[in-house]
């Protein structure tokens, strides 16, 4: 079974930083996309930055010229580092992955979430 391990959420004030990592491990024959979503307090699900198919990242327009995705290839891992941030950004972030196994079937997975907290 694919699992995705997050890490680095936490409390910060406005203007601060965190960085999340995201690492897939299992039966991983390719990494299709893989990225990070968000889904604050009353609100639908959302995309925050992903990586497809080897493409450049896509990031949303809230976080654009604040936040980088990163990744590392060789350890099945994205980074999500997070500058300037404001208190909308406050939200459970999950990882997200569309992963083909050995058996070249493909499935969805995600992280278990972990919360960020922008607030003085």
Not at 65 to 91: C, H, W
Request: with cysteine; charged share 15%.
């Amino acid at each position: 079974q694919v699992q995705l391990g997050e890490s680095g959420g936490g409390l910060v004030q406005p203007g601060g930083s965190l960085r999340l990592s995201c690492a897939a491990s299992g039966p991983i024959f390719s990494i299709l996309t893989m990225g990070w979503y968000r889904q604050a307090p009353g609100k639908q699900r959302e995309l925050v930055a992903v990586f497809t198919d080897n493409g450049p990242a896509n990031h949303s327009d809230s976080v654009k010229g604040r936040f980088t995705i990163l990744r590392d290839n060789a350890k099945n891992t994205v980074y999500l580092q997070m500058n300037s941030l404001i208190p909308e950004d406050t939200a459970v972030y999950y990882c997200y992955a569309k992963v083909r196994g050995f058996s070249m079937r493909t499935g969805d997975y995600w992280g278990q979430g972990t919360q960020v907290t922008v607030s003085s």
